[in-house]
């Protein structure tokens, strides 16, 4: 009768809107491999229960989204270097009864923009603008791409200060007060890791100015980027993107760890791209 069937989950809050399911189950379709993924809610308190129960119902791999990349780090045997760098885990493997984590935000997103996009990052002056987990495995990725310089910026100053001083020694990388944004210089990278959907277009800092090849990227997609994108545009951004990519590229290194198979990425990525565009078309404004 049938072969096993891998149970996989996301585990964040709010998780509902999750197209993790749907992605991890298209790359399984491509090798025949049955599997399980189910978005499980859970926030800071309820995290180490809701993943405890998981591994206990047999459990083998799990991604984990806002706000639990950081905390997961601690339900970890052992991480990978990148991991450690980052200090934010979004994918834990089952092994021998303990959890092993690793982060591929920062591969996800530069194989989106590098690989998809043609971006290349080498040589880029780059604000990064948030101090969360994906923005720690983003800071991690633009420095081993070699970007010229990285600063940082949050609304709360410290825990930007913090992130930048993981990199000391690791490049040109700065840490710049919210308010004092636009006196940065000219930019040619802009990567938005705030929370998706937290902040309104107005809320964003003004800048000193974008380089006529400036790129713009947020990590979030659909509804969630669009104030990002709009203030970007508005700032004379050379090109906009979202992080549709980013989530389906990270995914499909997380379904590589744990399946030892690289799925085809382009045909789900552009499925959901068709769909959000729909949806933009039939939403009244």
Same mark, same amino acid.
């Given at each position: ?118 971006? !290349?990052? @080498? ?7 948030? #101090?969360? =987990? &994906? /923005? $720690? ?85 659909? !509804?969630? @980027? ?7 545009? #508005?700032? =004379? &951004? /050379? $090109? ?46």
């Amino acid at each position: 009768m049938g072969g096993a069937v891998f149970k996989h989950a996301v585990f964040g809050q709010p998780i509902a809107h999750s197209l993790s399911p749907r992605i991890h189950s298209a790359f399984a379709a491509q090798f025949g491999i049955a599997i399980e993924y189910r978005a499980i809610e859970a926030g800071v308190e309820t995290f180490a229960n809701e993943l405890a129960a998981f591994a206990h119902a047999g459990g083998s791999g799990a991604n984990v989204t806002l706000p639990l990349k950081q905390i997961a780090v601690a339900q970890c045997a052992q991480v990978t270097e990148r991991a450690t760098r980052s200090g934010s885990v979004n994918t834990l493997t089952w092994r021998n009864g303990e959890w092993f984590g690793d982060t591929t935000d920062g591969v996800g997103f530069v194989r989106d923009l590098e690989g998809r996009y043609g971006c !290349v990052l @080498a040589g880029r002056h780059t604000l990064l603008l948030g #101090a969360g =987990g &994906a /923005a $720690r495995a983003v800071a991690c990725a633009l420095i081993d791409a070699g970007v010229d310089s990285l600063t940082i910026a949050n609304r709360t100053h410290e825990r930007a200060a913090e992130l930048a001083t993981a990199f000391i020694g690791s490049g040109d990388v700065r840490v710049c007060r919210w308010n004092e944004i636009s006196a940065t210089g000219a930019l040619d990278l802009v990567v938005n890791a705030i929370s998706a959907g937290h902040h309104d277009g107005a809320q964003f800092p003004r800048l000193g100015g974008l380089a006529s090849n400036a790129v713009c990227y947020d990590l979030s997609y659909g !509804v969630a @980027a669009q104030a990002f994108l709009a203030w970007a545009n #508005a700032a =004379g &951004a /050379a $090109r906009v993107f979202d992080g549709l990519g980013m989530l389906v590229e990270q995914a499909a290194e997380s379904f590589s760890i744990w399946h030892g198979r690289k799925p085809e990425t382009q045909a789900i990525f552009d499925d959901l791209r068709r769909e959000q565009v729909e949806r933009s078309r039939q939403t009244p404004g």
